[in-house]
């Protein structure tokens, strides 16, 4: 018998015994003995046999593949979100299917499409700035396969997410930046529409107002690309450009903050003696600017296991209600704003 596509029946017939023998040995069956799995096993392993995952899939209606659907794959969050989905996954036996929107609504349906054809057994979604429908998970929640939203909270539709303490975290790093004497706080916001810049530029407000600062609406500039450090860079040279007074910048995120940085550099700014900084994220470079940049923590890996881990939830409860777990965001205090 040639290596190539071979089957179980052409172990069988090799071995001298059924395909279904063959299957439960396999499987590690307890009603097969162990030398029987021993000479399979080998056998398998000879001829390089693969089962075939289709087959499988239309016997036992369940394909063990978990879709995945991220908006941005380059930046070290999302990266993060990844490897801890794959981590949980790979333990319960699932193999994951990856697709990058690169934040484009209309490559985030077509990955939709693309996953519910390939029949996977649920779907983590991240879903790009530019989603305002959601109606292409619908065939996904209608066939009673779980959809769980990560990161950005999703807007129309009730499903399980899990998100960080965006609004929270947010609130304690000005609370941070005002501490340590800052009075004008610039705030670098993400995309409209999307909950994570509505949550921040929330947790920024809230902490303006109760240590009696008064808002001024053209200390907050919004950063359209998200994450982008030319955009920042750029929206902050402008901004000391107009002459108007600042000494407090506070980041959507940290590659934000480190446009923000780049322009303070340029212009001769002290950091933080003139102009105090604190990002979100804390991106693994984030220790290794100069200056070290503060960050509030958003636990990537975590979130990623939690939402494998509601997947399953949802799998075993598929009646249950929609449940919602939000992760502690801590700052982490580096020299970009300590100046006490």
């Keep these: 018998m040639k290596s190539g596509d ?68 380059s930046h070290a969050f999302f990266a993060s979100i990844i490897s801890g989905i794959e981590d949980r996954a790979i333990e319960q036996g699932y193999t994951v299917m990856l697709c990058h929107s690169n934040e484009s609504y209309q490559r985030e349906v077509m ?29 996904f929640i209608q066939k009673k396969l779980p959809v769980i939203f990560f990161d950005r909270e999703p807007v129309g539709i009730e499903a ?50 109760i240590n009696g600062l008064d808002p001024d609406p053209d200390l907050v500039i919004p950063c359209e690309g998200g994450i982008d450090i030319e955009e920042a860079e750029d929206q902050m040279t402008k901004f000391i450009e107009r002459g108007k007074s600042f000494d407090g910048v506070f980041a959507n995120n940290d590659l934000t903050a480190i446009g923000a940085v780049r322009a303070l550099k340029k212009a001769g700014m ?50 249950a209600a929609p449940r919602k777990i939000c992760l502690p965001a801590e700052p982490i205090i580096r020299a970009s704003s300590l100046r006490r």
């Excluded at 390939?118 to 429908?133: E, M, Q, S």
């Excluded at 947010?170 to 705030?187: E, P």
Aim: net charge neutral; charged share 20%.
């Design 6 to 73: 071979i089957t179980i029946k052409d172990l069988a017939r090799e071995l001298g015994i059924s395909p279904s023998t063959v299957s439960r040995a396999l499987s590690g069956h307890p009603d097969i003995s162990e030398l029987t799995i021993k000479r399979v096993t080998a056998l398998a392993e000879k001829y390089n046999y693969q089962p075939n995952s289709i087959a499988l899939s239309l016997r036992s209606s369940k394909t063990k593949t978990l879709g995945v659907i991220i908006p941005e794959i």
């Design 111 to 139: 990955d939709a499409k693309a996953l519910f054809s390939h029949r996977v057994d649920g779907l983590l979604v991240g879903v790009a700035k530019t989603t305002g429908n959601l109606d292409h998970f619908r065939p």
């Design 160 to 209: 399980p997410c899990v998100m960080v303490e965006d609004e929270q975290g947010a609130f304690k790093a000005v609370n941070h930046l005002i501490s340590q004497g800052c009075r004008r706080i610039i705030h670098l916001a993400g995309p409209g529409g999307v909950s994570t810049t509505e949550n921040r530029l929330k947790g920024y407000l809230t902490a303006l107002d």
């Design 270 to 319: 002290a950091i933080p003696g003139e102009v105090a900084v604190i990002g979100f994220s804390d991106w693994q470079l984030a220790s290794l600017i100069d200056p070290p940049l503060s960050s509030v923590i958003q636990p990537g890996y975590l979130m990623g296991q939690k939402a494998v881990e509601l997947f399953f939830d949802n799998l075993k409860n598929p009646g």
